[in-house]
């Protein structure tokens, strides 16, 4: 199975905001809303950060929103922090198998 | 609070064998799919297997189809990963995370297979 496309890099300068896109195909992204982005800072654990599309877990800022529009998932960060400075992964659940993850975007904060 | 730590990872010579485990605690176990997630150094996630709660059913990745095989033991809030015919492109972090969403994560074990 093929890996969602997401953008090598994005960057932006504090308070900007930014968006990453995920494409994938009508067998995955656009074929369910089981869409999450994870947030991974260097040799720490991937942090779950947006699921079902746009739903954030309890304790995620609100500067974090997701969305979809056909077989294209896409992670908005406003009000861009140094903080958010990380490695970012979308995932998608599958027809062929229940998950596959995106190649993930390096986001750097000017 | 809801717990992940995996063991059994290592140095291993490609064709060899190992068996990853994953203890969890904080949750009712039973009741959650199990997924392994890996990690190449310097490389992006990539899905491994998944469990599901009663352990009836297992779903694999192309590249470790016919390779790995993913069990729970629900009594002991256990999952592992028992993998064979190890090649060079198998080494990396090893997570195991809690489904379906995936919300917690275990702090991984490194897999090394290497001549």
Redesign the interface.
């Known amino acids: ?1 093929s ?1 969602l496309t997401q953008p090598a890099s994005v960057s932006g300068s504090p308070g900007q905001s930014i968006t990453i896109s995920c494409t994938g195909t009508s067998s995955d992204v656009g074929g369910y809303n089981y869409v ?1 982005w ?1 947030q ?1 800072h260097p040799g720490k ?2 942090k ?1 950060i947006i ?1 079902d599309v746009t739903k954030r ?1 309890s304790g995620v800022s609100n500067r974090f929103s997701g969305s979809k529009s056909g077989n294209t998932a896409s992670l908005t960060i406003s009000g861009l922090q140094a903080e958010d400075e990380a ?1 970012y ?1 979308c ?1 998608s659940y599958t027809s062929i ?8 975007t390096k986001l750097t904060v000017l | 609070e809801v717990q992940l730590l995996e063991s059994g990872g290592g140095l291993v010579q490609p064709g060899g064998s190992l068996r990853l485990s994953c203890s969890a605690s904080g949750f009712t176990f039973s009741n959650y799919a199990m997924t392994w997630v890996r990690q190449a150094p310097g490389k992006g996630l990539e899905w491994v297997s998944t469990i599901s709660g009663g352990g009836g059913s297992t779903y694999y990745a192309d590249s470790v189809k016919g390779r790995f095989t993913i069990s729970r033991d629900n009594s002991k809030n256990t999952v592992f990963l028992q993998m064979s015919s190890l090649r060079v492109e198998d080494t990396a972090v090893y997570h195991c995370a809690k489904g379906p969403l995936y919300d917690y994560w275990g702090q991984g074990t490194l897999v090394t297979v290497s001549s």
């Not at chain 1, 198998?97 to 993930?104: D, E, H, R």
Request: charged content about 5%; proline content about 14%.
């Open positions: 199975q890996a999450s994870f991974q654990v991937p779950l699921y877990p490695d992964y995932s198998n229940p998950w596959v993850f995106g190649g993930g």
